[in-house]
Each structure stands twice: as C-alpha cells, then as structure tokens.
C-alpha cells in the first residue's frame, strides 16, 4: 500500500486545480535561478589564472593586465606576525563575475569610441570597491577614469574623479595627499566653469585643510596653521557655504591672534560674528564675543573688551552655555578687578564658582574658589595694612576672634 505524503506518486501525471498557471511563475523562477547558477558555474571549478586567459582570448589585454592585479593583490602583514606568509587577497566568486565583466565591457566600450559607457564601467568598479571597503583598488579604477575622460577632454568627469581620488585619501587618513587631489578638482572645475562641481571641491578642501592646519598647531607649526587656515577661508568663500566659511574666520582669527596679529584677528572674528548673527547661531555668536573680547583685550582696549564680554555673558544665558558664561563671568571679574571695581568683580566671580559647581567640573571649581578667594582678600588687604599700622588693638581682635575686619 502507497504511503501517503500529499503529493503524486512518481511517475504520474496528476494535475492540481490551476496547477498550469502556477507552474508558470515557477518555471520563469528556475530559469532565472538556471541563468544566476549558470553565470557562477564559470567561476566555480576554474581558477583565476582561467579567468586571466579567458580576458586574453577575446583581445581584452587591459582588462586582463587590471584584473591580474586586483586578483593577485597580497594581504598586508600584520605587526603581531610580520614572519607569516602573505597570501592574496581573498575575493567571492560574484565579484570575480562582476570584475570580469564589468572590465570587458569597459574595455569593448574604449575601443568602440563610447568612452562616457567606458567610464561609467570604471566607475561603478571604483564605488563597489569604495564601499567593499577595498580604498586601494577604488583608487586604482577612479584612476582608469581620469585616464579614460582625459583622452576626449571630459573635464567635468576629470575633476568627479579627482574629488573620488581625494574622499579614499580622506578615509585613509592621507591628508596630505587628499589635499592635493581636491586640489586639482577644484582648479579643474573652475576652468571648466562647473559651479556645482566648484562647490563640492571647494567644501572638501576646506575641511581637509582644517585637519592639517590642527596637525601643525599640535606640533606648535603655527606659522604652516596660518597657511592652511587662509587656504581655509578661501575655498570656503568659493563653496558658498555661510557655515564653512564662518568656522573658517574663527579658525583663521584665533591663528592670527595666536601669532600676535590682533587687528587683523578683530576684523575676522568680527566677520563670524556678522555671519552668526545672520543664521541665529547663539553659540558660534559666544564663541565669536569671546574671541573678540580677548583680542580686544591683548590691543588694550579693555572697555570694548568688557563690552563683548557683556554680550556673550546675555547671549551664552540664552543659549544655554554654561561653560561660555562661566568663561565670561571669570574674564569679566578679572578685568573689573584690575579697573580696581571690586564689587563688581566679586559679584561676577561668585556667579563664575556657582556656574563651575552647576558645570560640576572639580579642577574648574577649585580654580574658581582659588580666584575668588584671592580677589575678595585683594579687596580687604587696604584695611588690613591700615589695620597693621594704626590699630594693634583691632587687629589682635581679628586674629583671635576672627572678627571682621571693617568692624
């Protein structure tokens, strides 16, 4: 007796209600699961020395000459073993596909003239291996498309590839070189009068510039900062980017002010200032009033110093800033001290300590009490020299009651 398992015994024709039309879908299924296992099967079993002469025998001898290089790349030793064999890069088998294929086409469009369909295959090799991430070989195919687009004068495609060359650079951590790629792009876009290509290039270079010009400032280059945060401020404006080029004057102005240039240091951080008041930025808006006020400070002009710090103690009580108006209340207290307005100094260095606790920061707490403490004896050390010549009387009080010294 046939075991009953809900389907037709083998070798019979028996039919489900509809089962013509459901075999349909299914068959276009498996023949487009066929046509996939097909396209692997051309990999699996053969090696990539097949796939080198496979290139060769259909004349692609470019294709061939790229594909043997990225296939037969060497990992990099590791420091913990640096004795261990090397071996090549491991790739799957759908890329080797893709690779294959991919670097035929390009090769068969370069030779039938269709050079935009010829770099449209390089680059697309270029983005895969960018995000694999694989940051050599992209570089490597984003390369292959500024040859491709500089044999008919593709400026605009020249200069997408050098922005490409630059961004892996970026990932590398090669500024340096990074600078230098999204340099020539954006010289390429302004002869080629590309103004989207322009800003792209130009907002690339301003923050790769701003990296390398902290790199010099941290090993005390400061005249090389300068440089580069000029070269800042100068792609910025050319990137139309209100953001970038205000952080750029920022930059620049504490450099200048740092290097002892204080009135050009006034005009730029005036200029962010302008530019942060325009886009509601209260705390670029603090960040600039500070700036200003020691500046301002560093000229002698202590008045308008005390005027931006006003400012941005009101403006950084708006926004939120607790360590902004910390900052404020302790330069303002020093500088009131120093126009003998004790008071008023106290006053601003008591609201410095209770911003310090509120912060919660111990050393900016203890620096505080330490400040505070010094200018209220400050205060006091008039009554106490009076005290110490005139009147032995109240001063062994003070010193064994602890008696006030005004009393």
């Not at 369909?117 to 570089?139: G, I, R, T």
Request: charged share 25%.
């Amino acid at each position: 007796m046939a075991e009953e398992t809900g389907y037709p015994p083998e070798g019979t024709n028996e039919a489900t209600p509809g089962g013509e039309e459901a075999a349909a879908p299914a068959e276009d299924t498996i023949k487009q699961e066929q046509k996939t296992d097909d396209r692997l099967i051309k990999v699996k079993g053969l090696d990539k020395q097949q796939l080198c002469i496979d290139l060769l025998m259909v004349g692609c001898v470019q294709s061939f000459v790229d594909f043997f290089y990225i296939t037969h790349r060497k990992t990099a030793p590791t420091e913990q073993n640096p004795d261990v064999e090397v071996k090549d890069v491991p790739i799957p088998e759908e890329t080797l596909v893709f690779l294959k294929e991919t670097l035929e086409q390009a090769e068969s469009a370069r030779r039938a003239r269709s050079y935009l369909q010829c770099f449209e295959s390089y680059n697309s090799l270029a983005e895969y291996f960018e995000k694999v991430p694989d940051l050599k070989s992209a570089m490597y195919f984003y390369q292959r498309c500024v040859d491709v687009a500089a044999e008919v004068d593709a400026w605009e495609s020249i200069s997408k590839a050098n922005l490409c060359l630059g961004s892996c650079e970026e990932q590398a951590g090669n500024w340096q070189s990074a600078m230098q790629y999204h340099e020539k792009a954006l010289q390429i876009a302004q002869s080629a009068d590309s103004l989207p290509l322009q800003i792209k290039a130009a907002s690339r270079l301003t923050l790769v510039c701003q990296v390398l010009a902290e790199q010099c400032e941290k090993e005390s280059r400061d005249s090389d900062a300068t440089a580069l945060y000029e070269r800042c401020l100068n792609c910025a404006q050319l990137s139309k980017d209100d953001t970038l080029e205000g952080t750029a004057c920022h930059k620049l102005g504490l450099s200048k002010h740092k290097t002892g240039n204080f009135e050009t240091a006034i005009d730029l951080q005036q200029q962010y200032l302008d530019i942060c008041k325009r886009n509601d930025d209260r705390v670029g808006e603090s960040a600039a009033r500070g700036a200003l006020a020691h500046a301002y400070e560093a000229t002698g002009n202590t008045q308008e110093a005390i005027k931006q710090l006003e400012n941005l103690l009101s403006v950084a009580s708006e926004a939120g800033e607790l360590k902004a108006q910390a900052g404020a209340c302790l330069n303002l207290g020093i500088l009131y001290n120093s126009r003998q307005n004790h008071e008023k100094s106290v006053e601003l260095l008591e609201q410095h300590f209770d911003l310090a606790r509120q912060i919660g920061d111990r050393r900016l707490i203890d620096s505080a009490r330490v400040v505070l403490g010094m200018v209220r004896g400050n205060g006091k050390l008039k009554s106490y020299i009076d005290l110490v010549n005139n009147d032995l009387d109240k001063l062994l009080n003070w010193k064994s009651k602890r008696a006030t010294l005004d009393a």
